[in-house]
């Protein structure tokens, strides 16, 4: 657990709030609910007030917030892994080695089996880890409310149908119903802060739109509990050409912005900033992600003018690297962790990778992990 999720944990359990906090430990209450974002770190001597307050043991507090600090550090570096073990190595070399439990039959703890979720298994690293599986199936396997942020992109009804997607129904009334039991998982292992972007596009059928995205959101809404903060249209601004003389030429799809409750994570500057430039480089046909303070613009609006990514494999949708990297940075705070149960080649776990975020990527198609596994491999960040 980190220090963050640690110290909103003892709040909650303790009753009080955070106007209560903040002026305990002299700060103002946006600063306290920056401690409990991990957006930002109280010094020493406020993390000692908050454990006399929670009534807890004060260094295992520390203890924490030291360990926040130094991963913030080495995190995004392709050598954590080695810089962790080398840290623990001096540390050891400074106190007494652990005793062992008592007794002539005790167990050294190094033999001992620890079974634990996909959560527990991705540590501190922030190398995406893909499964390969039904995602409905593989997400029994994540722990209840431990992920931050799910964006994805399910397979599309009646397309590209290869027996490669996850979702096989040949009816809209079987398709929704294989996507709700998705969707129950989602809210299983979401947050109660945590956001859901569910990007759908629709089906023409006989000549008559069918409105599956609607029809897979409001029974979520009605049946499993919902809310739906926004509906953002996605302008794809280039399309297939289409012979039809009776209907409009589709260029749009849907990403629905969907939580639990009213308290959720939400970066307005962070959007704003990132909107701003990523607008400005889609009108020059190279979005890169956003630095700096220096594009703060205004509210986005729900409309989003992206075009769609090119990509060399057979895969119906390559969801376009800024139509996840808007809902990451509004939603997924300072190490959060990123799930996509349809991951396809991976564009949500490499981008959570370039934010410092832990993610695990779901897909039914091995080929499609591994092209995901490479493309991050080939692409190590440094500190530098």
């Not at 620890?114 to 922030?126: A, E, I, K, N, P």
Request: with cysteine; aromatic share 8%.
């Amino acid at each position: 657990m980190l220090f963050s999720e640690k110290i909103k944990q003892l709040r909650l359990e303790s009753g009080k709030r955070q106007k209560d906090l903040a002026k305990a430990i002299g700060v103002d209450v946006p600063a306290y609910s920056r401690y409990e974002h991990g957006e930002r770190r109280p010094k020493r001597e406020q993390v000692l007030r908050l454990a006399r307050i929670f009534k807890t043991d004060a260094n295992e507090l520390i203890a924490m917030w030291l360990a926040d600090e130094a991963y913030s550090h080495i995190a995004k570096d392709k050598l954590a892994t080695r810089a962790a073990l080398l840290l623990n190595n001096m540390l050891n070399e400074e106190t007494q080695e652990a005793q062992l439990p008592a007794g002539d039959n005790a167990e050294p703890a190094s033999s001992r089996v620890v079974t634990h979720g996909l959560v527990t298994h991705l540590g501190r690293s922030v190398m995406p880890h893909y499964e390969q599986g039904d995602a409905a199936t593989v997400m029994q396997r994540i722990e209840d409310e431990s992920i931050d942020c799910i964006v994805t992109t399910p397979p599309y009804w009646r397309r590209r149908s290869q027996g490669t997607e996850s979702i096989t129904a040949t009816s809209k009334e079987d398709f929704v119903a294989e996507l709700l039991q998705t969707m129950a998982q989602a809210w299983r292992v979401l947050k109660p802060q945590g956001s859901l972007w569910l990007n759908m596009g629709d089906d023409t059928t006989d000549g008559f739109v069918q409105g599956i995205p609607w029809r897979v959101v409001l029974q979520m809404i009605d049946r499993q509990g919902w809310q739906l903060v926004n509906e953002v249209v996605w302008n794809k601004t280039t399309t297939s050409p289409q012979g039809s003389q009776d209907h409009l030429r589709k260029v749009h799809e849907f990403m629905f912005h969907l939580v639990k409750n009213e308290d959720f994570y939400y970066n307005d500057d962070e959007l704003r900033r990132t909107f701003a430039l990523i607008m400005r480089n889609e009108a020059k046909g190279k979005a890169k992600p956003a630095k700096g303070k220096q594009h703060q613009g205004l509210v986005p609006s729900d409309v989003w003018t992206i075009g769609v990514q090119r990509s060399g494999i057979a895969h119906y949708c390559v969801a376009p690297d800024t139509l996840y990297r808007l809902p990451l940075r509004a939603t997924c705070p300072r190490n959060g962790i990123v799930l996509d149960p349809y991951c396809g080649t991976g564009t949500a776990c490499k981008i959570a990778y370039e934010m410092n975020l832990r993610s695990i990527g779901i897909d039914i198609n091995g080929e499609y992990i591994k092209q995901a596994q490479a493309t991050t491999e080939i692409r190590p960040l440094s500190l530098f």
